[in-house]
């Protein structure tokens, strides 16, 4: 089994930043990729950004140029460095992770509230 747990939400002001981290427990596989989705109320969960364990990434096109995903294998831990925030970024975020044998994320966290005021 693999825990997800996230931190480093919270409220900030539209041109704001603030940096989501996720740290990952449990039987993990080496090869994976690690993300952050979003849902806001009364929308679908959408992707964000993706980082393989080889450190390739992709981005939303909604949030290219402003946020940036990382991560410290050794760590198990994934970051999303947010910037620019747009009052349109408030969600609920999402840390995820998929086993190189899963075709989609088998892993999620409980998730972490991003307000974003105008």
């Known amino acids: 089994q693999v825990q997800l747990v996230e931190s480093g939400g919270g409220l900030v002001q539209a041109g704001g930043s603030l940096r989501l981290s996720c740290a990952a427990s449990?039987?993990?596989?080496?090869?994976?990729?690690m993300g952050w989705y979003r849902q806001a109320p009364g929308k679908q969960r959408e992707l964000v950004a993706g980082?393989?364990?080889?450190?390739?990434?992709n981005y939303a096109d909604s949030v290219k140029g402003r946020f940036t995903i990382s991560r410290d294998n050794a760590k198990n831990t994934v970051y999303l460095q947010m910037n620019s925030l747009k009052p349109e970024d408030t969600a609920v975020y999402y840390c995820?992770?998929?086993?190189?044998?899963?075709?989609?994320?088998?892993?999620w966290g409980q998730g972490t509230q991003v307000t974003v005021s105008s």
């Open positions: 995820s992770l998929r086993p190189y044998y899963s075709v989609s994320p088998r892993y």
């Open positions: 449990g039987n993990i596989f080496s090869i994976n990729t």
């Open positions: 980082i393989t364990s080889g450190g390739s990434t």
